[in-house]
């Protein structure tokens, strides 16, 4: 079961948190929210046949390198950053309390 808006599109952030969401297709790619909404002249949803193009999955991004979107090659950022010792990070995990 997937979130969704109101209007039946897929959603870029998840709430509460304003947490970045990537999408997962059955090939193992990964779409940005637009795309997996049918934006940029994307064909996934999750009754897609083709396995290109099926939504399996919908997961925060919390740390990371940012996840490029396999269709627009849109980066979307993960919540908590890269993970490399610059000072945004360690604000990130103080607040994690990691
Ligand atoms: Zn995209």
Redesign the pocket.
Known sequence: MLLRDADGTMPEFAWPGGYPLIYVLADGAM??S??ASGG?GSLASEAAEEAQWRIVGQDIHWEGEPVV?A??S?QVPSAYGSGETDGDTNDARERKGV
Request: aromatic share 0%; net charge positive.
């Open positions: 779409l940005c637009g795309c940029s979107c269709h627009c849109k």
